[in-house]
């Protein structure tokens, strides 16, 4: 199902371009407005430095009464410019994440939580999402030039430094200065899309840091169009590298569709292999969201469902 120029232009719109690498989500060194949201407040880290990866802006989310006296389970989100404020975002449309948690943290369906939007750096975003271990498992011809026209031919691989600036940088930094619960079970992540590879790619690489992973309408194509080869090379990683069942908590999903469309083949194949692999309830879901796309949009109307499912009580 080829991506032809109506396609590609709609899902423009509807945001699932610049989020997968086409075009800039912006990037550390533009100035932005810091977001503004109804419930609890934003603390930004400007253009935080890293050994591993180019600066960025990292936004964290307090909830209302935040004092720093109790400690608080921590959420790291990917593409963190577009989780907040409609206003900041570049095609008016956030994950709306402030009421939503704050909704569940009031009703005691969440613990108290502090969520870490990680700003991607537009150009480098796909480099640093795409998981490099799955790159050994795909084969030399058409799909490892759909890598190479996404952003490897320019830039290398980055997933493993990226993780690096998460686990050995921006989770201490978190930790020191915040009030925070610092071990796994007290520590998840979440994405969409390429975010969706990356937070799973950081459970599996770091499991010893992270406890639960979410992943809405996850990228497994790699690019525009159907292909076997790249949501096998992902299945060949994950034989290799998922955690024993039971001890993590996963939720996948995907709409039906925009790009969502073209995720049905790979996404029940993974989900039989997370079945053969011994996952279930209540630690792994996968589910469908009939007549969703690709958006932020949808992602925020389905959000509690992520949310309860990798830090609920």
Request: net charge neutral; charged share 20%.
């Amino acid at each position: 199902m080829p991506l032809d120029d109506v396609n590609r232009r709609r899902l423009l719109a509807a945001g699932a371009l610049p989020l997968l690498g086409l075009a800039g989500g912006g990037c550390a060194s533009t100035p932005a407005p810091l977001p503004r949201v109804a419930q609890g407040r934003i603390e930004r880290i400007a253009d935080m430095p890293s050994r591993h990866v180019a600066p960025r802006h990292v936004d964290v989310w307090l909830p209302a009464g935040y004092d720093g006296t109790r400690p608080h389970a921590v959420l790291y989100m990917h593409d963190g410019q577009m989780l907040f404020d409609a206003a900041t975002t570049w095609n008016k449309q956030s994950w709306e994440v402030a009421p939503t948690a704050q909704r569940l943290i009031d009703a005691q369906a969440l613990p108290d939580l502090i969520v870490v939007g990680v700003w991607n750096t537009g150009p480098t975003r796909f480099n640093e999402y795409f998981p490099q271990g799955f790159i050994e498992h795909v084969p030399e011809g058409p799909a490892r030039q759909v890598l190479m026209t996404r952003g490897f031919a320019t830039r290398p691989p980055l997933a493993d430094a990226y993780l690096r600036f998460l686990v050995e940088e921006l989770k201490p930094a978190i930790d020191a200065r915040f009030r925070t619960r610092p071990g796994r079970e007290h520590t998840a992540i979440a994405g969409s899309s390429m975010g969706g590879l990356i937070s799973l790619y950081a459970l599996c690489e770091h499991p010893q840091v992270f406890g639960g992973a979410a992943c809405l309408s996850t990228h497994w194509i790699g690019g525009f169009e159907r292909n076997a080869e790249i949501p096998a090379a992902g299945r060949a990683y994950l034989r290799r590298k998922l955690p024993p069942p039971g001890q993590h908590r996963l939720y996948l999903d995907r709409g039906t569709t925009e790009l969502d469309a073209l995720y049905d083949e790979a996404q029940a194949q993974v989900d039989t292999l997370m079945r053969e692999r011994g996952f279930g309830p209540p630690t792994f879901v996968s589910r469908v969201f009939e007549g969703e796309g690709h958006n932020e949009r949808a992602w925020a109307k389905r959000l509690e469902l992520p949310l309860r499912h990798v830090l609920g009580r």
